[in-house]
């Protein structure tokens, strides 16, 4: 079956613009995570979420951060007056459920580039 | 709070030999751990995923090993080919957590 998709696959914006950020899981799978990969930091947490509900947002770096999903399945993380130091690519996973021992299937991320 | 350390962060080996691939973590109260394969510009494959309670896990030409109360796991990878060539990444994940926790990686150039 389709695994998880992300779009768009290449971002370049200017410093101050908002962007958003797409992710389709897999279909059936409840649970669904953003990770970033940066080439300081490697990679990083940011929210996961199970169902519509956000449990754990800890990993979001400021407040210009910020993640939504609707209807239990597709994801939007929104980036507010970015910042050149949001380049990244960011990766979407997606598991059964929210549980440490179902595995996480991730898409192909989204390299974002701030002018 | 869990840190993973990957050992070498660069390997280049000619094509045919045998390899290992290392990963340690600080906490060992993990729930799994998993290897991951990443592409130049790609997502992330999963590789194997050791439960806690295993001690290995084997696909293909891939086996990993667990060893929880040292906070150690290796990748080894037998009979090398210029396709394994990519950024291999390991990755833990706590009880009770949902967050996989990276390892910065280890970038693997087999050598026809």
């Known amino acids: 079956g389709a695994g998880v998709s992300q779009s768009p696959s290449n971002k370049v914006t200017e410093k101050g613009k908002d962007v958003e950020l797409r992710c389709d899981p897999i279909?059936?799978?409840?649970?669904l995570y953003w990770y970033r990969q940066s080439l300081g930091q490697g990679l990083e947490f940011l929210i996961y979420f199970q169902g519509n509900s956000a449990p754990d947002k800890s990993g979001l770096p400021s407040d210009r951060f910020s993640a939504e999903r609707t209807g239990g399945s597709v994801s939007t993380l929104t980036i507010q007056r970015t910042q050149q130091e949001d380049s990244a690519v960011y990766l979407c996973?997606?598991?059964?459920?929210?549980?440490?021992?179902?595995?996480?299937?991730f898409g192909p991320g989204t390299r974002l580039t701030v002018l | 709070k869990q840190e993973v350390t990957q050992i070498p962060a660069a390997l280049s080996v000619p094509e045919g030999e045998n390899l290992v691939l290392n990963c340690s973590f600080t906490?060992?109260?993990?729930?799994?751990l998993q290897w991951f394969r990443q592409d130049p510009g790609k997502g992330l494959t999963s590789l194997l995923l050791i439960q806690s309670s295993q001690r290995e896990q084997t696909s293909g030409r891939l086996n990993a090993s667990l060893d929880k109360s040292s906070g150690r796991s290796t990748l080894y990878i037998a009979a090398s080919q210029p396709g394994d060539s990519a950024t291999y990444l390991c990755?833990?994940?706590?009880?009770?957590?949902?967050?996989?926790?990276f390892g910065q990686g280890t970038r693997l150039t087999i050598n026809p």
């Open positions: 996973a997606s598991s059964l459920v929210a549980m440490a021992h179902n595995e996480q299937f």
């Open positions: 990755a833990v994940i706590g009880p009770g957590a949902q967050k996989l926790v």
């Open positions: 279909s059936g799978h409840t649970a």
């Open positions: 906490d060992s109260a993990i729930y799994n």
